[in-house]
């Protein structure tokens, strides 16, 4: 794992959009894979930035998020797919035909989650999948003790993230009891992966998933098995983190090695 502490959210927000940037231009075709809650806001105001001022070009990427909660329409204010639009998807030249966003409402969720993932292989799978993490180290809607090999399915949420989640929603009982989300396996499966974090209530998770044992209890643990994967941290995200030194002389001396090896 490749660990980039930023000062802030905006710096985090910064080098985050423009890792996402960097493959985009590299490969117009790019599968990306999203996700949502407050941490990649500023993220995709920097890739909105990013269009409106170098013409980033999203018109032939696809898109799949991570999740949605079962229950909302497309069109639900607490939907993610509302989220999206309202943070992304309306202010970026983006295909709507190729944007993916699992429907909470559909009726038979477990056909559509076999749909799901077979849209994902017919793209080619997901080139970059960008995750955040919640206070229970989950990724995506995998809460702790789900399988490392978990494909996209309804997964019922833990207290603590209702209780996270709560704030987006006129009041608690209103927050859905069951999601759809990609798993960990699926997610996995992602070529590369770019995990973002901040502040002081991500700190105690952020050491656990770094630095910590590989377990199903704490989801995102499952990235220390992946061969690409990144993660950009605030300060305050990393504050609890035990090699903080040998992370930053690693980002400092990158371009160094890279150059002795001749990229
Ligand atoms: C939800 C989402 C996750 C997200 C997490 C953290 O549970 N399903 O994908 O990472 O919230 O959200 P926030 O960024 O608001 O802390």
Redesign the pocket.
Known sequence: MEIIIAKNYDEMSRISAEIIAAEVRKNHDLTLGL??????VGTYKELVKLYKEEGLDFSKITTFN??EYVGLAPLHENS?NYFMKENLFNHVNINPSRVYVPQGNTNDPEIFCEWYENKIKEAGGIDLQI?????DG????NEPGSSFASRTRVKALYKE?IE??ARFFKKEEDVPRF?I?MGIGTILEARKILLI?N?KK?ADVCAKFIEGPVTSMITASALQLHCHATVVLDEEAASMLTRTEYYNWVRDNKKLVQKKIGR
């Open positions: 996700a949502t809650g407050d941490t990649p991570l999740d993610y995750l955040g993490i919640g206070r989950h990724i995506a809607f993230t996270d989640n999601a989300t974090a502040g991500k």
